[in-house]
């Protein structure tokens, strides 16, 4: 009687189990990278009401972060300007201009001009952004050249891991005071040497990677 | 009791609520409900199969859509309130008026609502802690049961057709001195609105004021009237009080004033080095309480029998040699611990303190304020004082409100805050009146 399977199949179970394990590791490969906020949400650049350009206020004009985003040394929030802010300067400056049509309607109609949000940690992660500031972490190591974009995207992936890389090492990030909105500042060459010394000035520890620092 | 829902069964009847015991149009409708209309085709097989493959390929969907990062907005202000900071919460000082006290409270606020209530560390009433009305309170904030603008039966309407309305109403009422017209309020003890009231009375000298809480300290008051002769409230200093005797009054949780009073009574009951002593809490109650748990002595009287108690306590601290004016009374309570709380109390002269709880009626609150003077406690554990802005509540006056108004002499009525209709005395027929 002829054999009802050929001898391959004597190999088949381990071709499986290899091709199953192979299977796994490239589904969680591709998972990992595909779906990781360095992927999904690095460079997402949604359409603003207003074609605000911070290209022109911070990078050509040369205006201070906090000169709009008031309350970043202050609270958890940096803030978005209100409409207040933006007319101080542009019922004299471009008072007609078109791209500005939103912005005086605000003012007239007593109506907040609905920004999209760009830069977003998850509701279960505490982030303040005094507590960054004020300990001397520049802008840019979380919202990269800022001064630079037509229109602002995220440049930072702003995982978790990520977090907990600067706070397991946070000496690379930490700059003189003046130097805290300054766009293009690179860590001088004695930079270990200055973040000891800012360390022992703030009297601050090393920055907590408990689960309940962020988590609370 | 006749049960139809399983009439048809025999032994146990089960029910899942009094509505359903009693069978009500209530339930009935609510059971009709369970299975609304167009449900039903749940259950015939071909929309059945229709419906869930439908589900499956729009939770494929869903798992798709997903993956886009939602949208969301920032809405900044268009001109910033100067003292607000966003994201930082401020913090307001501010009272709670609370029948005739007042407690000094911290309140949250997160861009302009307020999220919760505190004590106010700097305030004496309450020196940072707080009770459960004041934790409460926050949800009144948000009630939406609350006007938000002028009505006018039913209809929104504001304050300039009001004012037009009252004006002309308020000619009739200078004329004839306000015959018909009354204004019910809660207890309070606001100068601001004693002066109002004060001046509204001036004006028509014959309209009615009546207050009117449903729980108050009304039965303290009245009792303290017939001792001394005037409207005062007792203050009790439980920091001075080495033996405590509470007549049904739940003074750690409930009655006036308890935030002070459970924080002065604690005091005493720590124990820091081995010269400090504890208090000791005796409690005669009806109802199991917070003020009955912490006592070291607690005694089962219904609240009915607790004036009963006062009176034979009296007998037993005269019988005991104690110089007061006992009522005779014959009642058979725990005679071995009554003398020994009368003796407790004795040894104690001058430190000890015995506080009549609101529920009781006003004739414990003068034996009380008697037994307290005999035992030299005037002016050491508890101390009298006259609020001359308290408006106490007041059962009488709204009973005479109510007859009046059941009469159709009330033309108009004002009601500042309370909720007659359904606080009042049922039997009083107060929304009988209204009508």
């Known amino acids: ?216 | 009791m006749s049960n139809t829902i399983n009439s048809a069964v025999g032994g146990k009847k089960y029910w899942r609520s009094l509505d359903h015991l009693a069978e009500t149009p209530e339930f009935k409708d609510l059971v009709q409900k369970e299975f609304p209309q167009g449900a039903s085709e749940l259950t015939d097989p071909v929309s059945r199969r229709k419906f869930l493959s439908l589900m499956g390929a729009s939770m494929a969907l869903a798992g798709l859509t997903s993956c886009r990062r939602p949208v969301e907005k920032i809405i900044p202000y268009v001109v910033k309130p100067e003292e607000i900071i966003p994201g930082k919460p401020q913090y307001y000082a501010t009272n709670m008026p609370f029948g005739t006290e007042s407690f000094g409270l911290l309140v949250e606020s997160h861009e302009g609502r307020p999220t919760k209530i505190e004590g106010n560390p700097s305030h004496p009433t309450t020196k940072g802690s707080s009770n459960v009305f004041m934790q409460a309170e926050m949800l009144n904030l948000y009630d939406p049961d609350r006007s938000k603008q002028i009505l006018e039966n039913g209809m929104v309407s504001n304050w300039d057709k009001y004012r037009a309305a009252w004006n002309q109403e308020a000619q009739n009422y200078s004329e004839n001195g306000g015959e018909g017209l009354a204004v019910l309020t809660e207890s309070f003890a606001s100068p601001t609105l004693k002066r109002l009231a004060n001046a509204f009375l001036e004006k028509y000298p014959r309209a009615r004021w009546v207050t009117y809480d449903s729980i108050s300290d009304e039965n303290i008051y009245k009792g303290l009237m017939a001792a001394t002769g005037v409207m005062a409230r007792p203050n009790y200093e439980f920091s001075k009080a080495s033996v405590v005797l509470s007549l049904d009054a739940d003074f750690l949780q409930m009655d006036s004033n308890d935030i002070q009073y459970s924080r002065e009574f604690a005091g005493r009951r720590r124990v820091r080095s081995e010269k400090d002593s504890m208090n000791r809490l005796y409690v005669v109650e009806g109802t199991f309480s917070i003020t009955g748990g912490m006592a070291d002595h607690r005694l089962r009287v219904q609240s009915g029998q607790v004036g009963m108690f006062a009176a034979a306590l009296a007998a037993e601290l005269k019988a005991q040699g104690l110089a007061i004016n006992a009522p005779q009374v014959s009642a058979s309570f725990d005679a071995k611990w009554l003398k020994a709380l009368a003796a407790d109390l004795i040894a104690n002269k001058g430190q000890s303190l015995v506080l009549g709880g609101r529920r009781q009626p006003a004739e414990v609150h003068a034996l009380v304020a008697l037994i307290n003077d005999a035992l030299l406690n005037t002016g050491k554990t508890v101390s009298y004082s006259v609020n001359p802005d308290a408006q106490v509540s007041n059962l009488e006056s709204l009973v005479e409100l109510t007859n009046a108004m059941n009469k159709g002499e009330i033309s108009a009525l004002f009601m500042l805050g309370g909720n007659p209709i359904y606080q009042a005395p049922a039997d009083l027929a107060f929304t009988d009146g209204l009508a």
């Not at chain 1, 992927?39 to 050509?60: A, C, L, M, T, W």
């Not at chain 1, 040394?73 to 300007?81: F, G, L, Q, R």
């Not at chain 1, 007319?87 to 049509?101: G, P, R, V, W, Y």
């Not at chain 1, 760009?118 to 303040?128: A, E, I, W």
């Open chain 1, 1 to 216: 009687m002829a054999q009802i399977f050929p001898k391959w199949t004597n190999k088949a179970p381990l071709y499986v189990a290899i091709a199953s394990v192979l299977i796994i590791i490239i589904t969680g490969g591709l998972i990992n990278y595909y779906a990781s906020p360095l992927n999904i949400d690095v460079g997402y650049r949604p359409i603003q009401p207003v074609p605000y350009s911070h290209k022109v206020h911070v990078g050509d004009l040369g205006m201070d972060c906090r000169f709009c985003h008031t309350g970043v040394e202050y609270s958890p929030v940096a803030m978005i300007p209100p409409t207040k802010t933006c007319m101080n300067c542009h019922n004299m400056i471009k008072a007609d201009s078109e791209n500005l049509k939103l912005i005086r309607e605000s003012q007239q109609n007593k109506t907040p001009v609905q920004w999209v949000r760009v830069h977003k940690s998850p509701d279960y992660v505490y982030f303040d952004h005094s507590a960054h500031i004020t300990v001397g972490v520049g802008c840019a190591s979380c919202h990269g050249n800022i001064s630079e974009m037509e229109v602002v995207f995220q440049a930072k992936p702003l995982s978790m891991g990520w977090c907990l890389n600067c706070h397991r090492n946070p000496d690379d990030h930490l700059r003189p005071f003046d130097k805290i909105t300054n766009m293009t500042w690179t860590p001088p060459a004695n930079q270990a040497e200055f973040a000891a010394k800012q360390k022992a000035l703030l009297d601050i520890k090393a920055p907590t990677t408990d689960c309940t620092g962020c988590h609370r």
